[in-house]
């Protein structure tokens, strides 16, 4: 487990039940504590069936990943998942120093697995078990950027919204308010825009009309 500051290894196998009765799992089932993972189901199926822990108030990034995927495909899902090594190289540019890969061979499974039951402990599984877990925060950040994309987008209209309205428009604001910018019929093409440019740009829209926004653009 880690925080932002710290990572926190239990062995789970030497303590078994006890290793939650001194409050892990009052954290794990807490509503209050956010817990990010990356492929929550095995460890939900394990710390339930196996010492009765239940998961509670988890941002899962594989599927925060499923769900920027869809966003950017038209609703299509994407047919594999992604694993967290290829999350934290693509959202993070992490260096391959800073990751761990764990691989098992199909042939050697079990003797594969059985190197995480070795106590004590080698020191490259313990660093293996640190690394799974001490970027999962600041990748958390990064995919809820791209999840409120289009809110930060809507926003934008809405800043624009008065603001860039002839004189005529902009005194009738006050009694529109109940009302969805029309711009919001747009949002998706707008995401499209700015997804598909190569450098970054503050974009905001500069005027309305029946046939959609009309939106300018500065480079940074």
Known sequence: M??????FLFDV???????FQRGLQEIMESGKI???MHDCRQPSDLLYHQFGVEL???FDTQVAAVIIYRMEHNGDYPRYVESQ??????????????LQIIRYRETHQKEDQEVWCQRPAPLHILTAAAKQVKHLLPLRMKLMEKLLKEVTVGTEIYL????DASNEDSKR???????LPHAFKHLTTYMDFLRHR???AQTVPCNRSTEGPTWVSREL
């Open 2 to 7: 880690s925080t932002k500051e710290e990572v």
């Open 13 to 19: 196998l030497s303590l078994g039940s006890e290793c």
């Open 34 to 36: 956010l817990k990010v």
């Open 56 to 58: 509670v108030n988890v």
């Open 85 to 98: 090594y290829s999350l934290l190289l693509t959202e993070l540019n992490m260096p391959l120093t800073e």
């Open 160 to 163: 624009g919204y008065v603001r």
């Open 173 to 179: 604001g006050p009694t529109m308010r109940h009302l």
């Open 198 to 200: 190569y450098m970054r």
